[in-house]
């Protein structure tokens, strides 16, 4: 079956500009992650949805920063006014929750990422 | 809290000798451990789990990782190592807390394989 997909794969943005990067995740899958990896580094925890309920937003580096998951599918990252330092990939992941209930494991399935660069 | 700690940024190996990644955690509970393998412009791919059943974790492609708890330790190993695991590595501990189930990642370790 399809895997989790992201679009754009790539985006440049210019300074200020406003950016919106979409995930699109395993159907059915209850849980969804979005991540931050820059360059070198290993990814980063931004936020998590169970269905349409953001639980954590921890990870949001700033108010700038915003994603929505409205209808428990489809998310979009959303990052306003884009300065250098948000240039990253930017990872979404998904999970079966039905998962938890057998180990502690939560088995989760990434997308390719958003590369966004930002000048 | 929960961390990985990659003692390696970048190992170097040749085709067909074993190849050892090393990963040391840090968890205030009974940890899940994972390694993922990133290869250039792909997404992450799960190579093994731990979830507190055998210490002894055996994932794809033949790789294979332990978790010792006295040493706080979760080495990946591959007694041969192919051209094409040439990749990004990452140790992975999953912040399990309620209902949240976000991955901490290590910094990851580059593994070139030579001919």
């Known amino acids: 079956g399809a895997g989790v997909s992201q679009s754009p794969r790539y985006k440049v943005a210019k300074r200020g500009q406003d950016v919106a990067l979409r995930c699109d995740p395993i159907s059915g899958h209850v849980s969804l992650f979005w991540y931050q990896q820059a360059l070198g580094q290993g990814p980063e925890f931004l936020t998590y949805?169970?269905?349409?309920?953001?639980?954590?937003k921890s990870g949001l580096p700033s108010d700038r920063f915003f994603a929505e998951r409205p209808e428990g599918s489809v998310s979009t990252l959303k990052i306003q006014r884009t300065q250098q330092e948000d240039s990253a990939v930017y990872l979404c992941?998904?999970?079966?929750?039905?998962?938890?209930?057998?180990?502690?494991?939560?088995?989760?399935?990434f997308g390719p990422g958003t590369r966004l660069t930002v000048t | 809290a929960q961390s990985v700690t990659q003692l390696d940024s970048h190992v170097s190996v040749s085709e067909g000798t074993p190849v050892l990644l090393r990963c040391n955690y840090s968890s205030s509970y009974s940890p899940s451990l994972f390694w993922y393998v990133q290869h250039p412009n792909k997404g992450l791919q799960l190579l093994l789990k731990y979830t507190s059943a055998a210490t002894l974790v055996k994932g794809i492609n033949g790789f294979e990782a332990e978790f010792k708890k006295s040493e706080t330790s979760f080495h990946l190993t591959k007694p041969s190592a192919h051209m094409s695991d040439a990749a990004e590595y990452f140790c992975v501990v999953s912040d399990r807390r309620g209902s949240q189930g976000n991955l901490i990642f290590g910094k990851g370790t580059k593994l070139s394989v030579k001919p």
């Open positions: 949805f169970q269905n349409e309920a953001q639980l954590d």
């Open positions: 992941a998904s999970s079966d929750s039905r998962q938890r209930r057998d180990t502690k494991s939560y088995e989760q399935y």
